[in-house]
């Protein structure tokens, strides 16, 4: 299933019927390559585990383990324009399997061995997160080495296969990869030695540096008897791969006693639009404004929005989608001057 996460396949059922034929050796968990969908101003970033990635990998350990099954961990790779994610996922991914007493195989970190050393061996699809066959060859490589404990060097260069393009197998038996001598017999070097400094070294477990989340300032509150009006500026909340971030964000604001009610609208870097949406200023108990509006035509659940004045007068807030069904969450910020 494409893009699918644990949770994904848990729920599907098919991966656990499966386990429960026993028989196996190994069942190896590998999450969804950003552990789930977390954007923050635009750009996606590492999730955090609890979320998605060890309540699921429990499930299926526990499945394994009551059939004789040992697991194995794929620490995955990074996404090409953000290698500095290599050491959340690896974080996230040593420490389960000190937890779950699990095999990890380090493909991730001979990834980020190949792209420090060798630039010049593509790895990554032109999408920046799918693998080119040296990067399949890589990760395959790493699972060689984590599995048997020996060294790939010296293996096949190259392996014949039936496709299994979108999960089903299509065709004749054919080359699916083939790879230089040279380069694939650094890729088989670099395989080894992640699966040997593992074994020896735990600074891969370094704790990240916390992540800073769109947040208002402490005590902030807003001027509620100076809302009403039009406002306008900025929003960094949409992926910017989908080319909608930064958005341009307009606030049109009408009071009726103590309630301010309005509409929003966003104009989409991509030069699309949306709205405007009917909103309704509610005041927070902090003394902060608050409101909700649509998260686009096709997708659950609203934004929630709150704002703060800051000392010049304009609205600074923040923006926050979760998706009930899949947990992903979009987190953002945006700022909106008067105008005049």
């Known amino acids: 299933m494409g893009n699918a996460r644990l949770k994904s396949h848990w729920e599907n059922g098919a991966a656990v019927e499966a386990l429960r034929e026993g028989g196996w050796d ?3 968990l590998q999450e969804q390559s950003t552990l789930g969908v977390l954007v923050v101003d635009g750009r996606h970033e590492i999730n955090e585990p609890e979320r998605i990635l060890y309540p699921y990998a429990r499930k299926f350990h526990a499945e394994a383990r ?3 099954t040992r697991t194995l961990l794929a620490l995955t790779w990074s996404r090409r324009r953000a290698p500095e994610a ?7 991914f040593l420490t389960l399997g000190r ?3 699990a095999t990890v195989s380090p493909i991730g970190l001979a990834w980020q061995a190949v792209r420090d050393q060798h630039p010049d061996v593509p790895l990554y699809l032109d999408d920046g997160s799918h693998p080119t066959p040296a990067g399949t060859y890589l990760a395959a490589c790493t699972l060689y080495a984590t599995l048997f404990g020996r060294s790939p060097e010296g293996l096949a260069t190259s392996a014949r296969g039936i496709p299994i393009p979108n999960g089903q197998p299509q065709g004749a038996e054919t080359t699916l990869v083939s790879l230089p001598e040279p ?4 890729l088989q070097k670099a395989a080894w030695q992640a699966v040997e400094t593992l074994k020896t070294r735990d600074s891969a477990l370094d704790t990240p540096a916390p ?3 769109p947040s208002l300032p402490t005590g902030a509150s807003v001027k509620w008897d100076a809302l009403a009006g039009t406002w306008a500026g900025e929003l960094r ?8 971030s930064p958005a341009r964000m307009r606030l049109e604001l009408k009071r009726t006693d103590e309630q301010y009610q309005g509409q929003l609208r966003i104009s989409f870097a991509d030069g699309t639009s949306e709205g405007p949406h009917a909103v309704q200023l509610e005041r927070s108990p902090e003394g902060t404004m608050r409101f909700t509006a649509p998260f686009g035509a096709n997708a659950p659940g609203d934004v929630r929005f709150e704002a703060a004045t800051d000392r010049n007068g304009q609205l600074v807030g923040t923006a926050a989608h979760e998706d009930p069904r899949t947990l992903d969450r979009i987190l953002g910020s945006w700022s909106l001057a008067p105008v005049r």
């Not at 290599?86 to 996230?92: D, M, Y």
């Not at 380069?183 to 650094?186: E, N, Y």
């Not at 909340?237 to 909608?244: L, N, V």
């Open 26 to 28: 190994f069942v190896v």
């Open 66 to 68: 009551q059939r004789g």
């Open 86 to 92: 290599q050491a959340r996922l690896s974080h996230a």
């Open 99 to 101: 937890e779950l007493d």
């Open 183 to 186: 380069t694939a017999r650094l």
């Open 211 to 213: 992540r800073p989340l």
């Open 237 to 244: 909340f949409y992926p910017e791969e989908w080319g909608q």
